[in-house]
């Protein structure tokens, strides 16, 4: 310990300085890197609850004695824990969702339960079971299901059920087939509802339109076109060969609905639906007599005239006809081919050379043709609609070669928990190490170097003159001789006769210095054995 404080006294502020900041420096690494090794590995257990389900959760974790860190709307457990968790909370029926299921029902006793207090509650509990379903599905986060039942009503028979689905997903937006997929689920799931009569609302995008004709807004259908790809690559490979022919198809489909109602009337179609017939006769009897001089005497006797008698017969006859009519009501609903874009590329046939090297050569003209006819006949090409097929043949550029296979390091049975805190317990000991080699070990055991006094002469033992170091710092070699004793101030004084005196006596005036050279001197001694 005097030695130590013997040595700090020595040193000067910048020896000091540097002593004191490799210290703390040591220290903090030491500190810092403990509590590197020591830290816990967190994994996320649940992320997106509802605050209740969440604190239910947290309640749990707490009861059974687990260490877990909230972070935003997320929970972070032990990682070596974190799966066991999940299990043991799942058992105990967390975290619960926000909408229950059937198991409503059973709370519901009969006495004092009407009709539509039932009724209510089986609704509800169908929609936790259609929510329960979706959530189901990877990347949904959040889902809730209302269904409109229409209550029954005498004076109202066409009253439809429709439901609406709201759903939150972990990243990015619904896609139209998820839509598609969740709307024939509700209306499976509920009597009497149409596929078209459920809505599918995005919590970050809006309503998703999930056309169930086929085609998107964009007028194309992805699974019509995957179709013809994977048929049209199928017959090109069993001729050009696997990864030899990319195909690309362009679908331009009919996105307007339309309805047309025809009614033609044909003159010529006459059928005769009824018929009647009506006949009428008579008969009419006149006398006619003749007029004469004697007839207009009072005596006169005319002569009597002839008798005449008519007959009349009518007959009328009424024929109904019916026109001949045709109606013809005409739907035509988006998903018709209004135009097909087919392009097709097909590697050069490589051929190889002496040197070994491979020259590719386009293929023939007739090779392109039959392909050309192949491919038109296997989409149903319609030149006549506007379609288009480009056939050409060109060289591939070669594939780049894959790296090495990656393989499992010496540490990887060790799992990620392990392995990272051996690295930690290395970087601690090599840091310790290095600190203690060449920061503390060098400084500690440093000489202490003496100075000039400014404007001085260079002090040196009997018999020894000074000698430059090159640092501006004069050097003690510790060695007597015979010769004159310098005057160590500036009066003159007695040199004692004795060489034993002599020494006694510088050793009395220069401590600090006598003690540097015994110091060097044991440490010599050990260096040698």
Known sequence: MQNLISLWSQWNFQKKAVVVMATLLMFGAILGLSRMAGRTDYALLYAGLEPAAAGQVIAAL???????EVRGNSIHVEAARRDALRMQLAGEGLPSVAAGGYEILD???GFGTTSQMFDAAYWCAREGELARTILATPGIRAARVHIAQALGQPFRREARPSASVTVTTAQGSLSAAQARAFRHLVAAAVPGLLVEDVAVIDSVSGLVQANESGPDASGTDPDRVSLLRRNVERLLVARVGPGNAVVEVSLDLVTDRE???ERRFDPEGRVAISSETQEKSGTNSESAQDVTVA????EGDATAGGNSQSQTSETRERTNFEVSETRRELLRNPGGVRRLTIAVLVNDIGAPAPDGTITWQPRPEAELATLRELVASAVGLDETRGDVLTLKS?????????????EAGALSGLGPFDGMALIRMGLLALVTLLLGLFVLRPVLTA???VGLRDGGQPLALPGQHPEDSGDGMRVIHGEID???FPALSGEAEEVPADPVERLRRLIDQRQAESVEILRGWLETGEERG
């Not at 007839?295 to 009072?298: R, T, V, W």
């Not at 060109?394 to 990656?406: D, I, T």
């Open 107 to 109: 709370g519901l006793s």
């Open 447 to 449: 000489r202490a170097q």
């Open 394 to 406: 060109l060289p591939f550029e070669p594939v780049p070669e894959q790296g090495s296979l990656a």
């Open 295 to 298: 007839s207009n005497l009072p």
């Open 482 to 484: 015979d010769g004159p």
């Open 259 to 261: 309805q047309v109602t």
């Open 62 to 68: 707490e009861q059974q004695g687990v260490n877990f």
